[in-house]
């Protein structure tokens, strides 16, 4: 005697396989989540990520702007930095870097000059300490432009 089981055949099982993938993928491509899932599954090579939107709280100006190369001096004054507090100024040039401490007014204003070295573009960077906490933040960035006039 032989027995028969009943039951799903094999082209049964892949339909419903079949069935199961389609709705998945459906799933996962409309559901709201869907950009968290992908990012997740699919994440961007760091070459192709947007850079960093940098916004800072206080602005300074350079004057002149662009600047003659080998001794002019530059007269930067800003605003929206933390008053009466140390300003800590970076200028970094394309041969160097030099460091200045300057004092902010009780108004939040700051005010110093630097003379130009080589041509190039320089970058004017004021960092301060939070008043609460004391971590160091950059406050503003300037770039300024330092050409070499032809005799």
């Known amino acids: 005697m032989s027995k ?12 419903i396989a079949i069935a199961g993938l389609l709705a998945f993928v459906l799933l996962s491509s409309t559901a709201p989540l869907n950009n968290l899932l992908f990012s ?13 939107q940098k916004s800072f709280s206080a602005t300074l100006t350079l004057d002149p702007n662009p600047a003659e190369c080998c001794g002019t001096f530059v007269s ?3 605003s929206g930095y933390y008053p ?3 300003a800590y100024i970076n200028i970094l040039t ?9 004092f902010t007014s009780s108004s939040g204003t700051l005010s110093f000059t630097f003379n130009t ?4 573009t320089y970058s004017v960077k004021v960092y ?6 004391g971590k160091l933040v950059q406050m503003s ?4 432009d330092v050409v070499q006039l032809s005799p």
């Open 4 to 15: 028969k089981q009943g039951g799903f055949s094999t082209i049964g099982w892949m339909l």
């Open 40 to 52: 997740k599954l699919y994440p961007k090579p760091a070459s192709e990520a947007a850079p960093p």
């Open 76 to 78: 930067s004054t800003g």
């Open 84 to 86: 009466s507090a140390d």
């Open 94 to 102: 394309p041969k160097s870097t030099y460091v200045y401490t300057r």
């Open 117 to 120: 070295a080589e041509p190039g």
């Open 128 to 133: 301060q300490k939070k008043p609460k906490g």
């Open 141 to 144: 960035e300037t770039p300024l």
